[in-house]
């Protein structure tokens, strides 16, 4: 079997532009605050899909596996974020009274 070996990410390299992540991560963070603030003053997540969230909540958890294994603190700082503002959202699906 043949395995190209440029398929594969060249760590070295992959450090080199971890300020790509970072500025990914941060802005992710950024753009999550207005939902949450929403959520949390309405107290209303109707129309959150609760398998979307369940399932964006495994995807969390998996991204940061990824980070961790991969060397990247972006990467595991980002998806950390997700997983809270995942779980925040799965919460208020679940534990929020529907109007």
């Not at 079997?1 to 594969?8: A, P, S, V």
């Amino acid at each position: 079997m043949f395995i190209d070996k440029n398929m594969f990410i060249d760590k070295n390299m992959y450090t080199k532009h971890e300020c790509f992540g970072s500025l990914a991560a941060l802005l992710g963070i950024v753009s999550s605050f207005p939902q949450i603030y929403k959520t949390y003053k309405t107290k209303d997540a109707r129309s959150f899909s609760l398998i979307a969230l369940f399932i964006g909540f495994i995807r969390g958890i998996l991204w940061i596996l990824h980070g961790y294994y991969m060397n990247s603190f972006s990467g595991m700082v980002s998806s950390g974020y997700g997983l809270l503002y995942g779980s925040f959202l799965l919460y208020a699906k679940l534990f929020f009274k529907s109007r």
